[in-house]
């Protein structure tokens, strides 16, 4: 067969990108990057929650998730119950025309598997079963790359989530307690494999040398109200969460130190600014971080992180800064734990001033031992991103003369 009459490799990516959220959008540019550098030939596009700012940003062409615009808005009135009802149903063909295209499709990170924020099955949890269902029914390989999961309450969504990952052609994730969730579920899972969040994988500064004045300390705050399991007692959560990240924010000011309030995701804007006109001090301000990459900028000038979002967490821990974890899942405490971290955990849910300060203040006290710390563990991880790139590439893209030999067969 003459390599000028090749077809190209088509590779889609799926998921909530382009939406707001810069973990998510994170997950997505390491793998963008990943496939670039490592398939140059191949033909990117995606299937995302934004298209035209991922479009836009990264430089691939994207169609929408969902036909229906208001899919995330709660609907209420006869017209909106309509077209999500009616988006549901046309979703199907929308979703299988566009696997139809492709070679494999990625699902890239983020907690496609889990609850841990409120969530209704009829939205993602349906999404992705489309997905791995036309996938299967079409001959496309869908591959599920290091992504999280958890336990699931829902019984639709369980049920989802249970037969979107059996479906799947390739699966892994980003911890050991994600693939036990899973196999508690009634996956199989004795193929699959643990290696580490893909942000790893993205380029980050060097954290700052520590100087004779104090630096400031980062803050990531989050819109928190509980899991997709607690939706009764959302407002109580919110309520204590917001009350103890005020106090803390303002005990620091109030010891002269700057504080960054960092978010990571357009819904935590609001908590910070909230949190800044409580405390009411100059002190104390909102950094303007619009992805991975000025998030990781912001943690590396800090003296020290306190955060509530996992990917803030995977930012400062990547550039070797210490790090507090105000945790709201077990996710958050198994990667605090992976980097030798698991003493700085404090529950989201008990967010209390006094002991988050004395946690903070001994973390401080161990600045120097816990930077060697990040820094070896940060090699030991970066091996392992670099792990999960090779198995896709085995699993998804077998060798060209056996692709060749597929496309000559009559």
């Known amino acids: 067969m003459n390599p000028m009459d090749e077809k190209p490799l088509h590779?889609?990516?799926?998921?909530?990108?382009?939406?707001?959220?810069?973990?998510?959008?994170g997950s997505l540019e390491a793998v963008l990057d990943?496939?670039?550098a490592a398939r140059p030939d191949a033909v990117l596009d995606a299937m995302?929650?934004?298209?035209?700012?991922?479009?836009?940003?990264?430089?691939?062409?994207?169609?929408?998730?969902n036909w229906y615009r208001g899919e995330y808005r709660t609907a209420s009135r006869v017209g909106a119950i309509t077209g999500k009802a009616l988006g549901k149903l046309v979703d199907v063909f929308r979703t299988a025309a566009w696997v139809r295209r492709h070679d494999a499709v990625i699902v890239p990170g983020t907690g496609v598997l889990e609850t841990t924020l409120p969530l209704r099955p009829w939205g993602f949890p349906?999404?992705?079963f489309l997905l791995c269902l036309t996938g299967r029914l079409l001959g496309t390989r869908v591959a599920l790359v290091s992504v999280g999961a958890g336990a699931i309450g829902n019984r639709p969504t369980r049920v989802l989530t249970r037969w979107s990952t059996r479906l799947a052609a390739y699966r892994s994730y980003r911890d050991?307690?994600?693939?036990?969730?899973?196999?508690?579920?009634?996956?199989?899972?004795?193929r699959d494999e643990v290696y580490a969040d893909l942000v790893f994988a993205l380029p980050a500064p060097?954290?700052?040398?520590?100087?004779?004045?104090?630096?400031?300390?980062?803050?990531?705050?989050?819109?928190?109200?509980?899991?997709?399991?607690?939706?009764?007692?959302?407002?109580?959560?919110?309520g204590r969460y917001l009350d103890g990240a005020t106090r803390f924010v303002r005990a620091l000011a109030e010891e002269g130190r700057l504080v960054r309030l960092l978010t990571g995701d357009e819904l935590d804007r609001p908590v910070a600014d909230a949190i800044v006109d409580a405390v009411g001090s100059p002190l104390v301000t909102v950094a303007e971080a619009a992805s991975l990459a000025d998030l990781m900028k912001e943690t590396a000038c800090a003296d020290s992180v306190v955060a509530t979002r996992y990917h803030n967490l995977v930012c400062a821990l990547k550039v070797g800064t210490p790090t507090l974890a105000l945790s709201y899942s077990a996710k958050s405490d198994a990667l605090m734990a992976e980097m030798?971290?698991?003493?700085?955990?404090?529950?989201?849910?008990?967010?209390?001033?006094?002991?988050?300060?004395?946690?903070?203040?001994?973390?401080?006290r161990r600045s120097a031992e816990v930077r060697r710390v990040l820094i070896e563990r940060n090699l030991v991880v970066a091996r392992r991103v670099e792990q999960q790139f090779a198995a896709l590439a085995a699993a998804l893209f077998p060798p060209a003369d056996h692709i060749h030999a597929q496309r000559e067969t009559p």
Request: charged share 25%; aromatic share 6%.
């Open 11 to 25: 590779v889609g990516v799926f998921g909530l990108f382009g939406a707001g959220n810069s973990g998510n959008d």
């Open 34 to 36: 990943h496939l670039r």
């Open 48 to 65: 995302c929650g934004g298209p035209e700012v991922v479009a836009t940003r990264y430089g691939v062409p994207a169609t929408r998730l």
């Open 126 to 128: 349906y999404s992705l």
């Open 176 to 190: 050991a307690q994600s693939r036990d969730a899973m196999r508690a579920m009634g996956v199989d899972t004795a």
């Open 206 to 238: 060097s954290a700052a040398e520590p100087a004779g004045n104090r630096g400031p300390v980062c803050v990531g705050v989050m819109d928190f109200h509980g899991s997709n399991d607690e939706r009764e007692l959302a407002e109580e959560i919110h």
């Open 340 to 364: 030798g971290m698991g003493a700085y955990c404090h529950p989201a849910r008990e967010a209390e001033a006094d002991r988050l300060l004395e946690q903070f203040r001994e973390l401080e």
